[in-house]
């Protein structure tokens, strides 16, 4: 092929379908960039010329790796370990770690693509990873946990380091998982440094880093609507989800006199008509956290919640969805019902929790619908912010972190609208997100020729 002539979208799918077969998640999150990239491409030959998508939807790496360890009863367990180094053109390689059964090398080629762009997106220096293992901490007592993170670092940390690549959580591994790393780490190679974010406050954590993913999201809410002239106050918002993401937007949106009526697990929904209160999401963060049970024993708690076992908190009306639990949660139907029940916002706090089909059916319904990688950018904005106190030996106050925060969102919002407002107005905050956070990357590959 002479160089600058290049396939159309389809073709360049068929490819990614054809290199990566039976990884239905990582094809799925490079349409949907595509779709947007491609018309951006029009007058900029020069990415296509370059196959700058191409390479970036390739990872520079993925470490596959078998992690074994021993359960309370002497039985021997294998897992499977990864770590998808996707794309550090623009700064160490960064992404969480997910522990969950339903990890593969699919989903975290998804998510570490994803992380890409969301991380370019946050004006912040960092490149783009994920990584993870098939183990499901559910059930697991604190010795299990820890034996099998020690094992897990055992092998991740040749393959990382403060200026290589830099992890920290996602489902599946929080403040415990971390502190069990961490340490594991120290112990290897002797160093104590910012290798890990998301770590507790004694040993180089970021104030905020917990709530940064959850509240960045309402921020993200607040500014979209404020750029419709709008506000967030007495809005009934369904949440799904009730991990560190789920509760801390409900706190936030609480604060800001919203009113978040939905959580939920894998196992059900409940909802509290008149909107969580401060004191309940307390009680659904220490059941998570501490008491590690499950959200139906909310409603034994409190009466005036009801359990829906078995469902999504998707037919419960709302003015704005804000899906925090996975991908691929929130599908067409759904999408169809939020709006025939007057749905004006969605808001991505997971990963890619809206399938392909509702993303377009929300697009085309004109709902203001923020895309993950810019709507859940607050967490890893934090974990930049820590990587930035680690290196200085410093820790800043939490009212210069939340200040942080809310720039940050306000400057993901704001490259949103740059490059997603359309003719009328509209503003195609996926394009958007998706064009921000490729040109980025894209330009500094440029700079480095072929590598
Ligand atoms: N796992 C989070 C995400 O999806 C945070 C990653 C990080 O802090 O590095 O963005």
Redesign the pocket.
Known sequence: MARGDHVDLAGFMDGVRRRNPGQPEFVQAVQEVAEDIYDFFESHEEYHAEQILRRIAEPDRVVSFRVCWEDDRGNIRVQRGWRVQNNNAIGPY???L?FHPSVTESVLKF?AFE?TF?NALTGLPMGGA?GGANFNPRGKSDREVMRFCQSFMTELYRHVGADVD?????IGVGAREIGYMFGQYKRITNQFTGVL??KGLEFGGSLIRTEA?GYGAVYFLENMLAHRGQGIAGLVCTISGSGNVATHAAEKLVQLGAKPVTLSDSDGFIHVPGGFTQEQIDWVKDLKTVRRGRIAEFAEAFPAASYHEGERPWGVPCDVAIPCATQNELDEDDAKRLVANGCIAVVEGA?MPTTLGATHYLKASRVLFAPGKAA??G??A??GLEMAQNSARISWSEEQLQQLLKDIMKGIHDRCVKWGTEADGHVDYVKGANIAGFKKVADAMLAYGVV
């Not at 830099?166 to 996602?170: E, N, R, T, Y």
């Open positions: 960064k992404g969480g997910r998510l992380q969301k994920k830099v992890p920290a959580g996602d974010t998301g993913t990963n859940n950018a967490g890893v934090v974990s």
